[in-house]
């Protein structure tokens, strides 16, 4: 049980364009999504989290309108990189909690590969 | 704000040997949950093993136990009978139990088990 996805694995734009990453929970309810950026060999950095049905707060730093998060529903959020320029490409992780079972374990994703040429 | 240290960025050890994994946190709060998740190369992040604050015993999970000293604000994991497929950066993580739901990762361990 608890299993996240996220599509796609990994993506390759040019620069000025947007891309959208979805992050799904396939076997709960995720009452909150959270949606991280990961540099090489470093550890995560929470970018914004989302509630269902609601804006998502975003992390100090953090541009709301280049990185736009939807929560529509309780099994998917999406993440969209508008304008994607080369600084943006990283590594993006999705994670999400339930209050079905705790409300302090996350779910990890696998993880999108984001290459902006 | 919390924090959360992990003082060895790699650590190696032969297969089937133990190895312990620290971590340190500070927190002026009394409730709380504290993790170690793993990712390995795939870099799918696999939660290992979780601990409650308020709980004494320490948690485990087959091949893998945690240390947790409360007073002392340390959460050291410990594998035992390694294996190769245990190879993969190790992160420590704080989540307090006061609505704030915002996971505090350290900066990790990177462990290779060597054949």
């Known amino acids: 049980g608890a299993v996240v996805s996220q599509h796609p694995s990994r993506v390759i734009c040019k620069s000025g364009t947007s891309v959208k990453i979805e992050c799904r929970s396939l076997?709960?309810?995720?009452?909150?999504m959270f949606w991280y950026r990961q540099f090489p060999k470093k550890s995560l950095m929470l970018m914004a989290t989302s509630n269902e049905g609601s804006k998502a707060t975003y992390e100090q730093g953090v541009e709301k309108d280049k990185f736009l998060i939807n929560h529509a529903s309780l099994t998917l959020s999406t993440l969209t990189v508008t304008s994607a320029h080369p600084e943006d490409s990283s590594f993006y992780i999705c994670s999400a909690q339930t209050v079905q079972t705790s409300t302090d374990t996350q779910y990890f994703g696998p993880g999108t590969r984001l290459t902006v040429l | 704000a919390q924090t959360v240290t992990q003082s060895q960025p790699e650590m190696s050890v032969q297969e089937a040997e133990t190895v312990t994994l620290s971590c340190t946190y500070d927190?002026?709060?009394?409730?709380?949950?504290l993790f170690w998740y793993k990712q390995p190369p795939s870099r799918q992040m696999i939660l290992v093993i979780r601990q409650e604050a308020y709980k004494q015993q320490n948690a485990t999970e087959n091949r893998f136990s945690v240390n947790f000293q409360k007073a002392a604000k340390s959460f050291s994991l410990k594998i035992s009978d390694s294996q190769l497929g245990d190879t993969a950066m190790y992160f420590c993580a704080f989540i307090s139990n006061f609505g704030n739901e915002k996971l505090t990762f350290g900066t990790g361990t990177r462990l290779t088990i060597i054949p």
């Open positions: 927190t002026s709060e009394n409730n709380y949950y």
């Open positions: 076997d709960f309810q995720a009452t909150t």
